[in-house]
């Protein structure tokens, strides 16, 4: 089984570890690329080595974590500072369209692939960079993992409960948003080269990724002086917009304008919150949140949350339950939109995992797909293809 999509034909060479990097490198894949996964000899991707652990029959353990963000990939373990291995990567990037590294700042220099030393040589190379600080700056050649960004990008300020301790989003988005910011910029830099017929080097920092996503928290604080903080679920200018306690648990509901908020209290037989002077319009509804809150919870607490989904969704109210993961991967609209897909692992079998959110009318979402490799498992072809076989 190979990768099919827009990208096929193109070459995708991947010298990236853990998340970031390898995220991106499958989404180019999943979207068609052919991504030849470049690793260090013995131990390879340290993601090799992190849990989740599955078990397959004949007792051969694999790395969960490792599976999930490599799917489709070849794998070609090299020691860049070995002259033989040299020669096969030098080979893999004549016929490269794009590189994607993600080592700090100056690694790639020290080892004389850096995008200087590489952009004559090879001029129509895109050449994509994933780090935790970017390439320029006072912070250029500091390490940095996905908490480190959610930290330093203000992220985790904003995560939580008022009074509550610094608390990191329950998925890695420090490096999953720089690994879509990569695919972005890569597949700009794809679009530049057919107007320019030249490469380019795309630079994506963690940081910079998580100042991009932190959207009003910065225009809230620009506008009134005031250091945004934890809000829980709620969102710090539309209200209702949270999740909110029922019966036997909680679910979010979400009102942007004052006729969905008028929907909701008819759906809770409180039509005279709609002309309430506190809550007629959002402004008012933001300025007495707490006040909103406690009298909706006072009616939403007398009924079980499948009731009031119900009723919510009969009325069109943009509403849902709190799902866990397992609800999610049984959930009828992500089944539907093959958000579950399958790897056909040669040892484990078919393994679910997380699909490819990008649908194109134009190119198949396949229901499968290509397993993740075994370190160095695709050397002889690779060769053989390169000719130095």
């Known amino acids: ?58 007792g051969k353990v694999k790395s969960g974590y490792f599976l999930s963000v490599n799917r489709g990939k070849e794998s070609i373990a090299l020691d860049l500072k070995s002259e033989a291995d040299r020669k096969v990567f030098e080979a893999l990037l004549s016929r490269a369209d794009v590189l994607i590294e993600n080592y700090r700042g100056g690694t790639m220099e020290k080892l004389g ?156 037989g409180r039509e005279a919150w709609a002309s309430d002077p506190r809550f007629a319009t959002n402004p008012e509804r933001v300025r007495h949140v707490d006040a909103l809150t406690a009298e909706m919870e006072a009616v939403l607490k007398t009924r079980p949350s499948r009731e009031w989904l119900a009723l919510l969704d009969e009325a069109q109210v943009p509403s849902g339950p709190i799902n866990d993961v397992a609800a999610v991967m049984s959930d009828p609209q992500v089944l539907a939109r093959n958000m579950i897909v399958e790897s056909l692992d040669p040892d484990l079998g078919p393994i679910r995992m997380q699909g490819n959110p990008v649908k194109l009318s134009a190119h198949e979402d396949p229901k499968t797909r290509p397993a993740a490799p075994e370190l160095d498992e695709d050397r002889a072809h690779i060769l053989e293809w390169l000719g130095l076989f």
Do not use: W
């Open 1 to 58: 089984m190979k990768n099919s999509g827009p990208f096929t034909g193109l070459l995708v060479v991947d010298l990236t570890r853990v998340l970031a990097g390898p995220y991106c490198a499958m989404m180019l894949g999943d979207l068609g690329a052919r991504v030849i996964k470049v690793e260090p000899p013995v131990r390879g991707d340290d993601s090799r080595h992190y849990g989740p652990y599955l078990t397959a029959q004949s």
């Open 113 to 268: 692939y850096g995008y200087d030393a590489l952009k004559d040589k090879h001029p129509r190379l895109i050449y994509a960079a994933v780090s935790g600080f970017g390439h320029t700056g006072p912070y250029a050649k500091r390490p940095a993992y996905d908490m480190i960004a959610q930290a330093m990008g203000g992220v985790m300020s904003l995560t939580g409960h008022a009074g509550g301790p610094p608390t990191r989003v329950g998925t890695s988005t420090g490096d999953i948003t720089a690994a879509l910011f990569a695919t972005i910029g890569v597949a700009t830099a794809l679009y530049d080269r057919e107007k320019t017929g030249r490469g380019q080097k795309v630079d994506v920092a963690m940081l910079d990724s998580q100042v991009g996503v932190l959207e009003n928290a910065i225009s809230r604080y620009v506008a009134t002086g005031e250091v945004p903080g934890k809000l829980g679920s709620r969102h710090p200018s539309i209200a209702p917009f949270a999740a909110f306690a029922t019966k036997d648990g909680h679910i979010a509901l979400a009102a942007g304008n004052d006729d969905l908020f008028a929907r909701i209290a008819r759906v809770l």
